[in-house]
């Protein structure tokens, strides 16, 4: 049964989509079966440029990748979640929709990097890219097909802390 994970951030343009496609991207390389998805509660309707290319030069494929509605997610036929990760602190303090069959839920914070100075925001862009990566494959470690909720949790936010 395939593991799928909406990750959620206000605007769904950089760390949501920075977070799905490292996720993606991994359960293919490691052959997990799990799947990525992101949405936004106010989605920009534009991927950041940025996140774009850092996710492509690392080999990241993005073809299907676009800002979009956490909406989506809870209409008739959406895929059942089983984990929900917010990835920015205003999705995460944001009432979020019911979701079917209760899924686990827990927050990865990470700073916007579209708030770096100019000059170094391609940079934070990559930095945020590699430390989405890392917490992506320490969660393809987990037994997530056979974890209890409540273990799950705890196991997912150990990854934060660790």
């Given at each position: 049964m395939t593991?799928?994970?909406?990750?959620?951030?206000?605007?769904n343009s950089a760390r949501s989509v920075l977070s799905e496609g490292m996720l993606n991207h991994w359960a293919r390389k490691l052959g997990?079966?799990?799947?990525a998805y992101s949405a936004g509660s106010a989605p920009s309707g534009r991927i950041n440029p940025f996140a774009l290319d850092v996710l492509n030069?690392?080999?990241?494929?993005t073809s299907y990748v676009r800002s979009k509605s956490w909406d989506e997610?809870?209409?008739?036929?959406?895929?059942?979640?089983?984990?929900?990760?917010?990835?920015?602190?205003?999705?995460?303090?944001e009432q979020c929709p019911y979701w079917p069959g209760k899924p686990v839920k827990v927050h990865w914070g990470y700073p916007d990097p579209s708030n770096a100075p100019e000059a170094e925001r391609r940079k934070a862009f990559e930095l945020t890219r590699q430390a989405i990566g890392y917490r992506m494959l320490q969660m393809l470690n987990l037994?997530?097909?056979?974890?209890?909720?409540?273990?799950?949790?705890?196991?997912?936010?150990?990854?934060v802390r660790s």
């Open positions: 593991t799928n994970v909406l990750i959620l951030c206000t605007h997990k079966d799990v799947h030069e690392a080999g990241v494929d997610f809870v209409a008739p036929g959406a895929p059942e979640m089983h984990v929900v990760i917010t990835v920015c602190d205003s999705a995460a303090a037994p997530l097909e056979t974890m209890a909720p409540s273990d799950l949790r705890a196991a997912l936010e150990g990854i």
